[in-house]
């Protein structure tokens, strides 16, 4: 059972994300979010049932207790493709700018980045250089949301 605190910080990140992702979109039938424990395994399956069963594509943020701290540490896309999910794990935001919206970029070996329209995940083939910056831009602005 996810406590009183659990569900603060669940929410704080869920909203700021939001927000990040799409700035001022809101989101419409067929793109929903949600936030939980990492996932293991069973959840994969559980997730992606609810996916393919409501019609939604879904970027799941995952928590774990580290350090005495609730802290987000997986944002996982479940995306409907005819009548299966794909499903990719450990997605980072990336950000150019705070002006656009972020966009998320999947680990190595997985082709391509995912930007968030307001009723789907689209998957896009390029690639932002300097990554790595792109990505410490995106956690900043979570980090100044979230205070």
């Not at 996916?51 to 540490?73: K, M, N, P, Y």
């Not at 896009?124 to 990505?135: A, K, M, T």
């Not at 956690?139 to 949301?145: P, T, V």
Request: net charge negative; aromatic share 6%.
């Amino acid at each position: 059972m996810i406590t009183e605190t659990e569900s603060k910080v669940a929410t704080a990140h869920l909203v700021a994300i939001q927000k990040i992702l799409l700035k001022d979109i809101i989101p419409e039938q067929g793109l929903a979010f949600s936030a939980g424990y990492k996932s293991e395994a069973t959840d994969i399956f559980e997730i992606g049932g609810i996916a393919h069963s409501s019609q939604h594509d879904i970027v799941h943020l995952g928590f774990e207790w580290i350090d005495s701290e609730f802290r987000l540490t997986e944002i996982s896309l479940y995306i409907r493709q005819g009548r299966g999910i794909l499903h990719i794990p450990n997605c980072r935001l990336y950000s150019g700018s705070k002006a656009d919206p972020a966009i998320l970029v999947p680990p190595l070996g997985t082709s391509g980045t995912f930007t968030l329209a307001a009723d789907q995940i689209i998957q896009r083939s390029e690639v932002p250089e300097h990554i790595h910056d792109g990505v410490n831009l995106a956690n900043r602005w979570l980090d100044s949301l979230l205070k």
